[in-house]
């Protein structure tokens, strides 16, 4: 799993941005206006090598 945004704010993970299945990281997105122009973005990636993608609009 990696964790990423796009847009103008900054990310901070509080452990590595890459985690095996079952783990967990904590995320906070800090910016001046990220409700305008900032989406988080988490992927994973099954076993079978299929990409899933959730993109969160803030």
């Known amino acids: 799993m990696t ?5 103008s704010s900054r990310l901070q993970v509080s452990g590595p ?12 997105v800090t910016g001046a206006d990220p409700a305008r122009d ?3 973005v ?7 090598g299929r990409e899933y993608l959730w993109q969160v609009s803030l």
């Open 38 to 40: 900032t989406v988080l």
């Open 17 to 28: 941005t890459s985690v095996p299945p079952g783990e967990s990281v904590r995320a906070s």
């Open 42 to 48: 988490v992927r994973w990636f099954p076993p079978d």
């Open 3 to 7: 964790v990423s945004v796009a847009g």
